[in-house]
């Protein structure tokens, strides 16, 4: 059953990804058919990154076989030599620049389209994942997937990835370089790494306790607001601001506490990582001299080698940066790849709907919408088709269901309802009314025993044919963002303007809608937040009604309409039920008291059955709960 | 708009101050550090100033980089404790703000809207914040200070900055200038594409059982392609940055090695000197870079500071009079030519013209369709909504002149959106009475009918409801929030369609207790069941803003034709 929908929802940050490599090759599967693009992307990193190394070498060159020399004796053969290294220098450089604007741009082109793609696969799975999985997750779970976790993944593809190869190479360069000059000196670069590597592990694991704490304190925190300000008008009734103030001060005292020591700890690491630098160079220096002194290096050496650990540094810095960020980035795309991993909603119904008149022609939702032109095209193994009339016919023979299997909430249900029939189910909250519609347009599938649709095992028919076949109208309306025009027209796409105002006045909503500003033009923004439950609620009626399926399925469609409205409506259904089957579920009893058939639920048992007079007769359950002798809960 | 919040801050200005002082310290030394390498390689290693210049110089770096670690260490510690802090103020005073708006603001930005502003808004608002703290100032400083160290060292040869600063500057703002409505585009289409995500999660079932997954894709493929296509004509503008950069680094090494390696052969110059020129580049072309990158946050954050600054801008709606009159005693109440309009300039009167007389003690029952302006005619009795024109006056004084908590204390009112908050069964109750005994709870939970199933829970008042807590349903629920008005002891009690969800016979025990309960207490019940309403002593029949009829049972069955209407639709069928 569905469950609360925290819309604030993070994942903890410094999760680590528990599969990296899979993930990985997951992300370049997407970028498949750019292999050629990426190689190049690849290609042009590796020379930016070379004109950095080489830029530094060259460097270094140029001090000690031209500045240098030429500064102790001058000779023309030399400064032309000077003259020649710079202006291959320039090159050098201008080749660099053009290489790393090429693979900045190839990849922003690159990584956008990958995030569509991705963002495109992971929509198409969830619309097409079963009600059973929203159930099971909340929205704000979901959410986070289009947002934190694409918003990570983007960061990493346009920027970690290249910054983390072009920093990987740079450093291998310079390395290998000083293992050249001096192991010596290295010796001291290796032992600057250690100390790096144990500082990123202590502070970096403090402070991802520490962010761990700040996520569950801003999410207590959020949570609160999200409580108290939906309720506001009722804290407003109460006086109950000031209360409510200091239970908030608490929380955010103590977000406040731990969410300072999260950020000191990541604010502290760069001066520390940049001053370790500065310290191994003093060491380099005064290690070098020393060296020097004794003859061991060449002071050119010392002083080349020094200019190379100026260049040790900051690829350091940069690749620890970037780690964390691919981490969390991996982490994310895993999540995503998971819901993108998720069966689908089974189908495997062979049955479709098809208009008479041409029987080829399969509806796909927008041809047309006057479904009294369908029928079922049945295909049977022989590869000949016959065809059966839609008419709307229902029932349930012996069905048992349970949302988890140990817990069933229907057992052995068995019913009947033909065309013009209009069936009431009452019961208690959690009796299994809602459940019982929801497994005709086989949201949820059976467990046991079979539902017939015109005879048809439902399990047969397709689902987009068999959903076609059936409208409803659920207990909480929510609308589209767009005009009350679309939303109508939402129950049939190629429905005309006059038919979305004929069925709205068949819903009783014509009058109410022409009083909104611009009419049926009016824009619906935020859940159609300006218009009241009713209003939506009969919008919702209308979006039924211009569907014209011959079954409908009412489920608590009236519970936030008053009874003079309801009233009204009521006379619009009639029309809009005539020569339909209608069930409808209600917590009213005056809402179906002239149903055909009222079936009394309990405990996923009906335990009455009958019209309203044989029932009241009867003095049983029902009695009961009209006569106000037994309470609904 | 910055300064709007700057307020904020609080306590924790020292720490804002103090921050840039230490990164300004820090990165005084960070760029003095690459003058001490360029000494001791001139005048240690190559010079005569031999071995012990170099041990002298290099220790004197090491206090010099132990010094900085520690300016910069602390430098990090005040910016997370002014940032943090300074988004802690700002969310209280956005609490704050928001406990201070009436029925009027809330509306306007809708719940959901307005937490958003208060959670997502305010954390971005809050790291933006802290980034700007520890850039803004460094980023200055470093450009400044980077370059009068060149200057210092080689004026001559610092003229390369004077060209390549100015190029690099005008550069970069015009691509912000050029990419910052690109970037706003993006923002916009980007949340226009989780807006659609976010529909299609509500709307899951609607989808399914409309057969609508097909349309949805498309919708959802033309706006994420808009999104693609936004994120790339806007950051294709800001990928220049870092090749211009390097275009620059690299055209002023190879002035500098021209230049100045002219300079050094001519021994004007030492080398070191030279090699710490080139590290005055980095240092500066770096700064600009973090100053262009702040421009681009700022970009980003605007958008919830904008947001955010739009709740700290709002009036709330009415104002407590603080020295009005303390609560009322009988509870008489008088509507006196009162319309009303959610919005000012609207002419969509809610409710229109409205003159009536409740004498203390009476029982009013309210009828009418949806929409005709019920909950808004009694919600104006606590002056949740202030009239339009026209006045209301409770016990003969104008509601505007008491004092709002007196007022509301006296008047309790059972709302239409039933809802308990997440805590024990005892905590909801305090609500009507902070210092509630135990005698007390459970007298108005008894009238209220709710003790008997309270007491059915295992922990029945300490029992926890909301997420975590026991199922609720709709008709215990209502008679919670019953109980916690009822405890009030209000003069004047309002039901606004809050006993749909209880069963006939409940509610008749729930009326009868009622009357006990609160004897001469005034009584207006809003309700659809014309028998909710039998203990009613004159019934009001509301109509499109308007009163249709007032009058009694007998009365209204006789006369009101709405009346008689509903009375015949509610009848039907029953015996």
């Known amino acids: 059953m569905p469950k609360p929908k925290a819309m604030n929802f993070q994942h903890p940050i410094g999760e680590k990804p528990k599969n990296i490599w899979p993930t990985i090759r997951r992300i370049f599967f997407y970028m498949r058919e750019d292999t050629f693009l990426f190689c190049f992307i690849f290609a042009a990193i590796v020379c930016s990154s070379a004109a950095q190394v080489i830029g530094a070498a060259l460097l270094q060159y140029i001090i000690d076989d031209f500045i240098l020399p030429l ?24 080749l660099g620049a053009a290489a790393s604007y090429t693979y900045m741009r190839l990849m922003l082109l690159l990584s956008t389209k990958t995030l569509y793609k991705i963002r495109q696969d992971l929509f198409h799975k969830m619309e097409a994942l079963s009600i059973h999985y929203f159930d099971q997750h909340t929205h704000g779970e979901l959410m986070s997937l289009y947002t934190n976790d694409t918003d990570t993944l983007r960061e990493m593809l346009s920027n970690s990835v290249a910054n983390f190869v072009a920093a990987s190479l740079l450093l291998l360069g310079v390395f290998s370089t000083m293992l050249v000059f001096s192991w010596q000196l290295t010796v001291l670069v290796i032992l600057q790494l250690f100390l790096i590597f144990y500082c990123m592990k202590k502070i970096g694991g403090k402070s991802r306790l520490y962010f761990k704490q ?97 260049n040790f540094s900051m690829p350091i810095t940069r690749i620890s940066q970037q780690f964390n960020t691919m981490l969390s980035a991996l982490a994310g795309a895993e999540r995503i790849f998971r819901l993108i991993d998720e069966p689908p909603e089974e189908d495997q119904g062979s049955i479709t709907l098809t208009t008479s008149d041409d029987k080829r022609n399969t509806i796909n939702g927008d041809t047309t ?111 589209f963002t767009g005009t009350v025009m679309d939303n109508i027209r939402y129950g049939c796409l190629s429905a005309s ?122 003095k049983g359950k029902y009695y009961q709960l009209y006569t106000g002798m037994f309470e609904l809960s | 708009m910055i300064r709007k919040l700057l307020p904020c801050l609080g306590t924790y200005k020292k720490y804002a101050i103090l921050t840039p002082l230490m990164i300004g310290i820090e990165v005084l030394l960070e760029v003095w550090i690459p003058w001490i390498m360029a000494s001791i390689v001139d005048h240690g290693i190559q010079g005569n100033g031999g071995i012990d210049y170099t041990v002298k110089m290099g220790l004197l770096m090491i206090i010099m980089a132990c010094c900085s670690l520690f300016f910069g260490a602390l430098a990090g510690k005040f910016a997370a404790q002014a940032g943090i802090g300074f988004g802690k103020n700002l969310r209280t005073l956005l609490f704050a703000k928001v406990q201070e708006f009436s029925f009027i603001n809330v509306d306007k930005f809708t719940t959901g809207s307005l937490v958003t502003r208060l959670t997502t808004d305010v954390t971005n608002t809050q790291n933006a914040f802290m ?12 450009l400044i200070g980077a370059t009068c160290m060149a200057i210092y060292v080689n004026p001559h040869l610092s003229l390369i900055f004077f060209a390549a600063i100015p190029f690099l ?104 000197e030279l090699s710490s020129f080139i590290s005055y580049i980095m240092q500066i072309l770096i700064s600009l870079m973090m100053i262009s990158m702040l421009m681009i946050i700022s970009v980003l954050s605007r958008a919830s500071l904008g947001r955010i600054s739009e709740i700290i801008d709002e009036h709330p709606a009415l104002h407590d009079n603080k020295a009005g009159y303390a609560a009322p005693l009988n509870g008489s109440i008088e509507f006196r030519d009162v319309s009303f309009a959610y919005d000012e300039l609207s002419q969509n009167l809610v409710l229109s013209h409205i003159n009536l007389n409740i004498k203390a003690g009476e029982t009013i029952g309210i ?93 029945g008042y300490d029992t926890n409801l909301g997420q975590n807590g026991v199922n609720v349903s709709g008709g215990q629920k209502q008679r919670l929030c019953i109980a916690r008005a009822l405890l009030k002891r209000p003069r004047i009690i309002i039901f606004d369609d809050s006993t749909s969800a209880i069963d006939t016979a409940t509610e008749n025990k729930l009326r009868k207790a009622l009357k006990e309960q609160v004897q001469n207490a005034t009584m207006i019940i809003i309700a659809q069941r014309i028998s909710s309403l039998s203990d009613a002593d004159r019934i009001i029949v509301m109509d499109d803003g308007k009163i249709d009829a007032f009058g009694s049972h007998q009365e209204l069955l006789q006369t009101n034709k709405i009346y008689q209407e509903v009375y015949k639709s509610q009848q039907k069928g029953v015996s």
């Not at chain 1, 500064?71 to 201008?94: P, R, V």
């Not at chain 1, 700040?214 to 006086?239: T, Y």
């Not at chain 2, 980034?131 to 470093?142: S, Y």
């Open chain 1, 369 to 479: 919408c006057d479904l009294s032109l369908f029928s079922w095209k049945i295909p049977h193994k022989d590869g000949t088709l016959t065809y059966h009339p839609l008419t709307g016919h229902i029932e349930f023979k012996n069905v048992f269901f349970g949302y988890k299997t140990n817990q069933p909430v229907l057992k052995g249900i068995s019913l009947q309802a033909v065309r013009g029939q209009k069936i009431a189910f009452v019961g208690s909250t959690g009796a299994g009314k809602t459940t019982i519609t929801n497994l005709i347009n086989r949201f949820y599938d059976i467990a046991e025993g079979t539902i017939l649709y015109d005879g048809i095992p439902i399990k047969k028919i397709s689902k987009t044919s068999l959903r076609q076949s059936l409208s409803m109208v659920l207990q909480d309306t929510h609308l």
């Open chain 1, 71 to 94: 500064a102790q004796n001058y000779n023309e053969d030399l400064q032309q030599g000077f003259i020649k290294i710079l202006f291959y220098m320039g090159i050098i450089y201008c």
């Open chain 1, 214 to 310: 700040q996520q569950n304190a801003l999410g207590q925190l959020n949570g609160f607001i999200e409580e108290i300000i939906d309720g506001q008008k009722v804290v407003k009734v109460f006086c109950h601001e000031e209360h409510a103030l200091t239970d908030f001060s608490k929380l955010n005292e103590d977000l406040c506490r731990v969410s300072t020591n999260a950020n000191i700890f990541s604010n502290i690491l760069m001066p520390i990582m940049s001053n370790i630098a500065n310290i191994h160079y003093a060491l380099t220096t005064i290690l070098g001299s020393i060296l020097a002194i004794y003859g061991i290096l060449s002071v050119g050496t010392v002083i080349a080698f020094l200019q190379l650990t100026r």
């Open chain 2, 169 to 272: 500057s005008i550069a970069l703002y015009f691509i912000l200038v050029k990419a910052h409505p690109r970037f706003l585009t993006m923002l916009k289409n980007y949340d226009s594409m989780n807006s659609i995500v976010q529909e299609n999660l509500i709307n899951i079932r609607v989808v399914k059982s409309f057969v609508r997954e097909n349309y949805e894709k498309q919708k959802f493929a033309k706006s994420a392609e808009a999104v693609r296509s936004a994120q790339f004509f806007a950051e294709k503008l800001v990928i220049l940055n870092m090749p211009l950069m390097e275009i620059c680094m690299y055209c002023c090494i190879i002035a500098v090695l021209w230049f100045g390696g002219s300079l050094v052969i001519n021994s004007t110059m030492e080398i070191g």
């Open chain 2, 131 to 142: 980034l700007l703290l520890r850039l803004a100032f460094r980023a200055p400083i470093m």
């Open chain 1, 497 to 618: 303007d006059k038919a979305v105002i004929h069925a709205a006045k068949l819903a009783n909503a014509d009058t109410f809608i022409r009083h909104l500003p611009q009419g049926y033009e009016t824009d619906l923004t935020a859940d159609g937040i300006n218009l009241s439950q009713g209003q939506r609620q009969l919008i919702a009626i209308a979006r039924a009604a211009v569907a014209n399926t011959p079954v409908l399925i009412f489920d608590e469609a009236t519970s936030s309409i008053d009874t003079r409205t309801e009233a009204l409506i009521d006379e619009g259904m009639k029309s809009l039920m005539q020569g339909k089957t209608v069930f409808i579920i209600a917590h009213r009893l005056s809402t179906v008291k002239n149903a055909d058939m009222i079936m009394v639920l309990e405990q996923g048992t009906i335990i009455e059955r009958g019209s309203h007079d044989e029932l009241i007769e009867k």
């Open chain 2, 367 to 459: 009828i009418g369709g949806t929409g005709s302006g019920k909950s808004t005619l009694v919600q104006l009795i606590p002056r949740l909504y202030e009239t339009s024109t026209g006045q209301v006056f409770v016990d003969g004084k104008d509601v505007k002149k008491y004092r709002l908590p007196a007022l509301r204390d006296t008047v309790a009112m059972v709302l239409q959106k039933n809802l308990v908050f997440s805590g024990t069964i005892r905590e909801n109750l305090c609500w009507g009475k902070k210092d509630a005994t135990e005698a007390e709870m459970i007298a108005a939970c008894k009238a209220a009918q709710a003790h008997d199933f309270i007491m059915q829970w295992p922990e």
